[in-house]
């Protein structure tokens, strides 16, 4: 009976202007971090196939790893960090340059800046003590992200940059897979690191190191996850597409929807076949309660959010250009790319709306404002002026003029 | 000769790899030390290519080192980007990944990657998980089974129950139809 209903599903996915997703058996990707919830929610807890999809998850051990098996196709889509959406879009790091695609928001803020318990117990405990201590002579201290084009590794340089410390000259950087940050501190390997949740509550946990600074800090309601795909699977599957957004959509209001729904999802999250890690790691900082290590607690006014009525979900223009400013800053980008046309190619705003729409869900700008700690702020007006604004930056020019 | 450094890092057993590449004539490497160190490793060795488990934590650092190349006479790349895709697909889905240095040909490269693909040994448990479940329907059936028999249980709405059976999968790390199972389980021991 059951079988005759599958495939009048499947006759109909192929009738002209049907709904009905094309593809209804997702491979997802997703990290071992707790800005993973939506998607691992809407796979397990039945939105998912409210709207004719299943989705299999599976946890990948680098970031590499996730963008390898998403353009080779192993995966369908993946909860990624939105700045190696772009390096791939763009061709910067290990992968070719291939057309893709942001689906919608996952998550903002919650991520955060650490540093080891040697800098602590050595006074260094504020920014301007770090700014002190990167300038002395002998050795010079390691920071380590996630990944060259990730969003830690924009949030350490933007942060460390703010504070007068050059990110590129006055330090050493290195990648470090987030569930390994706390056994490289533990091992004195790197002296700070910046990375999502629940490893740096875990090296506060283990006295292995402080919170300095959290990213919502540096940008309140920054970008952070993405949901990601190559654009040629959006255009082979509008629907299934579709349909996804609107599954992780209902997943991210549910988990946003109260307390009790987040100390749920919290549980789930700490299961082996997750984020595998203790329940008191994730949860607290999961509610918004910090501890930074050094004896300060707060309950932080821009805690990690997935949804917030969908202004966490829009895939705004403006977020995305911004990553592409930072490239451009940092000389991992030689040129200016077109930011507002790579940014309306990669943002799919329309399937977006849609989503939104049917779920009525309200539909913001598709560009925002923000003031960032030092003052500038960023609307996305003048993305080829933004990049050129900061005093401490690494813009490779002379390939530009070169060309 | 070529110069080979293997990255071993994960549980796989790639221990004979070593020794067969080297039997088919390849200087070989093997590197199974901490990952931080491995841009310091690179540049010391020097290798023209690196072979790495696509499963390994690692790959993200050889994201540093590729960057940290482009500027060096020698970059080092993913090796397919100008060669054929297909072969990029069958070494990921085989668990092998390999850089090389730019300008080494894809021929030169392939007995070296026949034989670690032959090496490799693929992970059947996630092979498993990949197989596709296409259980959907009557999933979602047993679903809304579940949660009509909660509404008359608790007397309460659909939103209520769905809202219900959700935190009790996830603080049991269950899927939905795990409870929804339960319940009808239970249901059925009751008796209607």
């Given at each position: 009976m059951s079988e005759q209903q599958n495939s009048r599903i499947d006759t109909q996915a192929w009738v002209a202007g049907s709904e009905a997703p094309e593809?209804?058996?997702?491979?997802?990707?997703?990290?071992?971090?707790?800005?993973a919830?939506?998607?691992?929610?809407?796979?397990?807890?039945?939105?998912?196939?409210?709207?004719?999809?299943?989705?299999?998850?599976?946890?990948?051990?680098?970031?590499?790893?996730?963008?390898?098996?998403?353009?080779?196709?192993?995966?369908?889509?993946?909860?990624?960090?939105?700045?190696?959406?772009?390096?791939?879009?763009?061709g910067i790091g290990g992968a070719p340059a291939t057309d893709m695609a942001v689906l919608m928001g996952l998550n903002q803020n919650g991520q955060s800046i650490n540093l080891s318990h040697a800098l602590q117990l050595a006074g260094v405990t504020t920014s301007d003590?770090?700014?002190?201590?990167?300038?002395?002579?002998?050795?010079?201290?390691?920071?380590a992200q996630t990944l060259p084009t990730g969003t830690h590794a924009m949030w350490l340089y933007y942060w460390l940059a703010s504070q007068g410390i050059h990110p590129i000259t006055d330090v050493d950087s290195v990648v470090v897979p987030p569930p390994q940050m706390v056994a490289h501190l533990k091992a004195r390997r790197i002296d700070?690191?910046?990375?999502?949740?629940?490893?740096?509550?875990?090296a506060v946990d283990e006295d292995l190191g402080f919170t300095l600074a959290t990213t919502q800090s540096i940008w309140p309601d920054h970008p952070e996850k993405a949901?990601?795909?190559?654009?040629?699977?959006?255009?082979?599957?509008?629907?299934?597409?579709?349909?996804?957004?609107?599954?992780?959509?209902?997943?991210?209001?549910?988990?946003?929807?109260?307390?009790?729904?987040?100390?749920?999802?919290?549980?789930?999250?700490?299961?082996?076949?997750?984020?595998?890690?203790?329940?008191?790691?994730?949860?607290?900082?999961?509610?918004g309660q910090y501890q930074d290590g050094l004896g300060h607690a707060w309950l932080d006014a821009q805690p990690l959010r997935f949804h917030a009525d969908g202004a966490v979900n829009m895939p705004y223009l403006s977020d995305g250009m911004w990553f592409m400013t930072q490239f451009r800053r940092w000389g991992l980008l030689r040129g200016d790319p077109d930011y507002l046309g790579i940014a309306r190619q990669v943002q799919q705003l329309d399937l977006y709306r849609q989503a939104a729409k049917a779920?009525?869900?309200?539909?913001?700008?598709?560009?925002?404002?923000?003031?960032?700690?030092?003052?500038?702020?960023?609307?996305?007006?003048?993305?080829?002026?933004?990049?050129?604004?900061?005093?401490?930056?690494?813009?490779?020019?002379?390939?530009?003029?070169a060309l | 000769m070529l110069r080979i450094l293997l990255i071993n890092d994960t549980p796989k057993k790639v221990g004979r790899l070593k020794a067969a590449l080297s039997e088919a004539g390849f200087e070989v490497i093997d590197e199974s030390?901490?990952?931080?160190?491995?841009?310091?490793?690179?540049?010391?060795?020097?290798?023209?290519?690196?072979?790495?488990?696509?499963?390994?934590?690692?790959?993200?650092?050889?994201?540093q080192v590729v960057l940290v190349s482009r500027d060096q006479p020698r970059p080092i790349v993913m090796f397919t980007d100008e060669h054929d895709p297909g072969v990029m697909r069958q070494a990921i889905q085989s668990g092998v990944s390999a850089y090389i240095v730019e300008g080494i040909h894809a021929q030169r490269l392939q007995?070296?990657?026949?034989?670690?693909?032959?090496?490799?040994?693929?992970?059947?448990?996630?092979?498993?998980?990949?197989?596709?479940?296409?259980?959907?329907?009557?999933?979602?059936?047993?679903?809304?089974?579940a949660k009509g028999l909660l509404m008359k249980m608790k007397n309460c709405t659909e939103e209520e129950a769905y809202t219900l059976m959700r935190r009790q999968a996830m603080s049991r790390q269950q899927k939905l139809l795990q409870v929804a199972e339960q319940i009808i389980a239970m249901h059925d021991l009751l008796g209607s």
């Open positions: 593809k209804r058996v997702l491979n997802l990707g997703f990290m071992a971090l707790t800005d919830a939506s998607v691992i929610v809407a796979a397990t807890q039945g939105f998912a196939e409210k709207h004719g999809l299943t989705i299999n998850l599976l946890r990948q051990a680098s970031w590499a790893s996730l963008r390898d098996k998403l353009l080779s196709g192993e995966l369908d889509a993946a909860h990624s960090l939105y700045g190696l959406i772009y390096g791939v879009q763009l003590a770090l700014n002190l201590r990167a300038r002395q002579k002998g050795a010079r201290l390691t920071f700070g690191f910046c990375a999502g949740e629940p490893w740096c509550a875990q949901l990601g795909c190559t654009r040629a699977f959006v255009e082979h599957y509008p629907n299934t597409a579709r349909a996804l957004v609107m599954a992780v959509l209902e997943a991210s209001r549910f988990i946003d929807e109260n307390d009790e729904n987040k100390r749920s999802t919290a549980q789930l999250l700490s299961g082996r076949e997750y984020v595998d890690a203790p329940l008191s790691a994730i949860q607290p900082r999961f509610l779920l009525n869900i309200r539909i913001p700008a598709e560009q925002r404002s923000a003031t960032l700690l030092d003052g500038k702020t960023w609307d996305g007006s003048d993305p080829a002026g933004y990049a050129r604004g900061f005093t401490l930056h690494a813009l490779a020019d002379s390939d530009a003029v | 030390g901490l990952t931080i160190d491995l841009p310091a490793r690179v540049e010391a060795v020097r290798p023209d290519v690196i072979l790495i488990d696509t499963e390994s934590p690692s790959r993200d650092v050889m994201e007995p070296i990657l026949d034989v670690a693909m032959a090496r490799f040994e693929s992970d059947q448990a996630l092979r498993a998980q990949l197989q596709a479940r296409d259980a959907q329907l009557a999933e979602r059936k047993r679903i809304e089974l």
